[in-house]
């Protein structure tokens, strides 16, 4: 195997969450769920992660909110156009790409008032 299945397995054994192990590896989150499958599949001992819930330092768990992604990885060319169009009409990037995808995905820009 290699070692990011490695560094994933052994992660996952500390109980760190699938999404917070694709933030600090910097992978989509369905790569570490498809390689913890593959690793429970070959009998590697991982825990199954309760939904809204996290374990902390002494085991007993502690409730948490659910995640709500507040951020979109996307290629350098693609965050310069979008930066500049953006400045063109005297938003933020995250203004104008947040309109841009509710225009692609509702048909028409949600007013925020």
């Known amino acids: 195997m290699n070692s990011r299945y490695a560094e994933i397995v052994s992660l996952a054994k500390q109980r760190v969450r699938p999404v917070a192990i694709a933030n600090q590896l910097g992978i989509h989150p369905n790569t570490v769920y498809e390689n913890i499958r593959k690793a429970r599949k070959r009998g590697e001992d991982i825990e199954t992660f309760a939904k809204g819930r996290e374990v902390d330092a002494d085991g007993t768990g502690e409730a948490i909110s659910p995640v709500t992604p507040r951020n979109l990885l996307i290629p350098m060319?693609?965050?310069?156009?979008l930066e500049l169009r953006a400045s063109e009409r005297g938003m933020t990037t995250s203004e104008y790409g947040q309109r841009l995808l509710e225009r692609a995905l509702l048909g028409?820009?949600?007013?925020?008032d």
Not at 77 to 81: C, E, K, M, N
Not at 108 to 112: A, E, G
């Open 77 to 81: 060319r693609l965050h310069s156009l």
């Open 108 to 112: 028409t820009v949600v007013r925020h």
